[in-house]
């Protein structure tokens, strides 16, 4: 069965450094999704994308986050200076053909400790 | 903004028992709502999607209901198994956003 990867399963960067956090959605998918989930609390979203742009965005995804889907495969939450809150396990997810209800598949996640 | 409960937060039972899982949403305005497993330091792996005109769906031994104008799902269990352990989410779609309630931990004691 079709699933979606992220890499990679575990990064460790300096606050203040810049982290890229990638994925591979499913391939015949069109709506795409950033989570995170900070320890002990709940799955938090960050943002969706569709049609090469984003499509929904919450208060978390401020201006040091950004989202690209730089060829057909790969999609990609950039964090442009990291700060000890960021810490946290990042989900990608993917969905839908032409209907954009259908059930939402998500990666393993990233965890991401920022030091 | 929705806020999403779930009750309980921890339930064990012993294997074999039926169990319900509750979900409940504040703003009946949804699109669907999907449940989830999580088992731990794993990713989400989705259950079960309702739709917002549906009353209920079935898999195998998992029946989810929603009741979407009083704001609440239902997820039910049969004979449950310790495989069963984990984390279970509940989420609803607000149109691209989704909000997931904080979990029941489950834990199927053999």
């Known amino acids: 069965e079709p699933e979606v990867t992220q890499t990679p399963s575990h990064q460790v960067t300096q606050m203040g450094q810049e982290v890229i956090l990638r994925c591979v959605p499913i391939s015949n998918h069109l709506y795409f999704y950033w989570y995170r989930q900070i320890l002990g609390q709940k799955v938090e979203f960050l943002v969706s994308f569709y049609n090469n742009e984003i499509s929904e965005k919450s208060e978390i995804f401020d201006d040091q986050f950004s989202v690209e889907r730089p060829d057909g495969s790969n999609f990609t939450l950039k964090i442009r200076s990291t700060k000890l809150e960021d810490s946290a396990m990042y989900f990608c997810a993917s969905s839908g053909t032409l209907e954009f209800w259908q059930p939402q598949h998500f990666g393993d996640g990233t965890r991401l400790s920022i030091l | 903004k929705q806020e999403v409960t779930q009750i309980p937060a921890a339930l064990s039972v012993p294997e074999g028992e039926n169990l319900v899982l509750n979900c409940s949403f504040t703003?009946?305005?949804?699109?669907?709502l999907q449940w989830f497993r999580q088992d731990p330091g794993k990713g989400l792996t989705s259950l079960l999607l309702?739709?917002?005109?549906?009353r209920e769906q079935t898999s195998g031994r998992l029946n989810a209901s929603l009741d979407k104008s009083s704001g609440r799902s239902t997820l039910y269990i049969a004979a449950s198994q310790p495989g069963d352990s984990a984390t279970y989410l509940c989420a609803v779609n607000t149109g691209n956003q989704f909000y997931f309630g904080t979990g029941t931990s489950l834990t199927v004691i053999p």
């Open positions: 309702i739709q917002s005109s549906q």
């Open positions: 703003d009946s305005a949804i699109y669907n």
